[in-house]
Structures are given as structure tokens and as C-alpha cells.
């Protein structure tokens, strides 16, 4: 059964003649006529009374009846693999880290869902290994993470710098001074983030660097959750300037000495599918526009 004759039979009725249809489906009133002799042809009977009047036969009735939704969904199939095959539609698995996922991801998703309204996507917020794992799997299209590591045949493309800050509790000691080096720290109590963070490992390399005795820590696993602990003054900890806007009321911010804390992310897929395509091509342009424009923060000011 042709489906281009169904759709016609369905504008015949809807347009209540023959002629009415062939001039909004721009055909000749005979290609018209020809279709639904095709159609009647294959069904075995006729679905329209020839006459003055236009009048379906019982046929008819019933053959418009349970077309209809076959033909709404073919139509709405249609206009589906065309939004896909212009990267207009489609479903996408977004991984993200922390603070990214919470502070700077949800502005970046909600321009995209106004320009895009018929693409999907699903965030996952882990760690970066964690996703990095997951798009070797294929369990994630795309993520915005730190690097990884070299020889996991990923594609990465630096996108921002996490600018890392001290931030003290106001009561804290080292309150007192304008800047705040890492050998500083050894002496106060250190809020950390989990064992398996980049940044975490990277800050216990500057600390094992600087020498001297380790520090006393206390583990906290979220990196957003960090300035609310500082906040109840338990400790001091490094975090990224981007989630002290505004700062917690009761602490002080410090900029660090260095910039050897500092975190690139980026964003990663599959080397295989790089550059991505299609819906995820899209969320990617807007992901990295949106990231290197929300790198923009304003300055840590000394000490007043």
C-alpha cells in the first residue's frame, strides 16, 4: 500500500473533493484520481462515491478511521528523522564534574533548550574518572571533566581554568595575610575532597612538594558541599572561585600563591567520534562557547 496514496485519500476528505486536493498537494486532478484507483485497487473495494456529491462508502469511513493514526504517525515520524538529520532533534548523555555540573552547567542547558526545544538531554554529575570510564563504554556521548589519562582514546579539548581559592572560616588565623601559600596550610586543619578527585591529588603532589609534616584533614566527598563546612568553621579548604558567588555569610577568601592548583576541564567524547555530529554536535558549540564565556570571574581583592 503506497502511503503517498493513504495521505491523498486523507486530504480528499479533509479538503471534501478531488480537485480541492490536487491543488493544495500541487498534482493534476488525474494523478489524483489515479492514486485512490490504486488504493481501491489494492484494498479490493471503494472508499469514495463518484457523483456530484462527494460521499464515502462504508469502506471509506472505516479505512479513514484506522488510517488516521497511522498516517499522524508516520508524519510525526517523518518530521523526526528530518530534526534528527539536522541535529534539531535527538537525545544526548551529558556527563559533568562538580562545580561545573551545579554552578556553571545549568544557564549553559537552558539557553540550549530554548534554541533546541526537541533535543534531550541527561546529565550525569561524577567524578572525572568515573567519566571517562563511561564514554569508553559508551554509556555517555559527552563530558565535561578534567583530562584523562593519556592512552583511554578519548578526544579533549581544553575549554576552561577552575581558578581555586582559599576560603577561611573569619575566625581563622590565616586571615591575616593577603595571600596564602600551600606550606601555609600545614598547620590548620584542611578540608579535602574524595581520594579519587584530580584536584585532591594534585593539591596532596604540592603538599608532599612543599615538605614538612602532612597536614590534618577531613575528607568532605562533594566539592560543592566544601564552603558550607568552612562556613561551620571545622577547617580551611581550596575551592574553585566559581562557587563563592556570593561568598558563605562568616568566611574570608584568600587567593592562593601560584597557580599550581588551578584545574583545566574540558570537554571529552570518543576520539572515534570527533568532532560529534548530529545533536550532539550541537550540544557540544554550545557547551564550549558557554564554558569559556563563564570563565570570566571577578578578581580575589587582598585583604582589606
Known amino acids: 500500500m503506497d ?16 480537485n480541492r486536493a490536487a491543488e493544495e498537494l500541487n498534482y493534476a486532478q488525474s494523478t489524483v484520481t489515479m492514486q485512490i484507483q490504486k488504493l481501491e485497487s489494492e484494498l479490493g473495494m471503494r472508499l469514495i462515491e463518484r457523483g456530484k456529491t462527494f460521499e464515502l462508502t462504508e469502506a471509506g469511513r472505516l479505512f479513514l478511521e484506522q488510517s488516521a493514526p497511522i498516517v499522524r504517525d ?11 538529520a539536522l541535529g534539531e532533534t535527538g537525545h544526548v548523555r551529558l556527563g559533568a564534574v562538580e562545580p561545573i555540573a551545579s554552578y556553571r552547567l545549568p544557564d549553559i542547558l537552558a539557553g ?8 534531550h538531554v541527561s546529565v550525569t ?4 574518572p568515573t567519566l571517562c570510564g563511561q564514554l569508553q563504554h559508551g554509556e555517555l556521548d559527552l563530558a565535561v571533566c578534567s583530562p584523562p589519562l593519556f592512552g583511554t582514546e578519548l578526544h579533549f579539548e581544553p575549554v576552561l581554568t577552575e581558578r581555586f581559592v582559599v576560603l577561611l572560616p573569619e575566625s581563622h588565623p590565616l586571615t591575616s595575610k593577603d595571600a596564602i601559600a600551600i606550606r601555609d596550610l600545614r598547620d590548620h586543619r584542611l578540608l579535602i575532597t574524595s581520594a579519587d578527585c584530580p584536584y585532591r591529588r594534585k593539591l596532596e603532589m604540592l603538599m608532599q612538594e612543599s615538605g614538612g609534616h602532612p597536614p590534618d584533614t577531613v575528607e568532605i566527598g562533594s566539592m560543592s558541599a566544601l564552603k558550607y563546612y ?23 577568601v584568600r587567593p592562593l600563591q601560584g597557580d599550581e592548583v588551578d584545574l583545566t576541564c574540558g570537554l571529552a567524547c570518543k576520539a572515534a567520534e570527533y568532532p560529534p555530529r548530529l545533536a550532539a554536535g550541537k550540544l557540544y558549540g554550545q557547551l564550549k562557547e558557554g564554558l569559556a564565556w563563564s570563565t570570566a570571574a571577578p578578581a580575589v ?3 582589606p
Open 3 to 18: 502511503l503517498k496514496s493513504v495521505k491523498t485519500f486523507h486530504r480528499i476528505v479533509a479538503l471534501g473533493g478531488f
Open 74 to 84: 508516520i508524519e510525526q515520524l517523518q518530521d523526526t528523522m528530518t530534526g534528527l
Open 112 to 119: 540550549f533548550f530554548r534554541d533546541y526545544p526537541q533535543i
Open 125 to 128: 554529575i561524577a567524578n572525572s
Open 230 to 252: 568552612v562556613q561551620s568553621g571545622i577547617g580551611a579548604a581550596l575551592v574553585p572561585l566559581s562557587v563563592l558567588c556570593p561568598e558563605p555569610d562568616g568566611t574570608v
Open 301 to 303: 581583592g587582598a585583604q
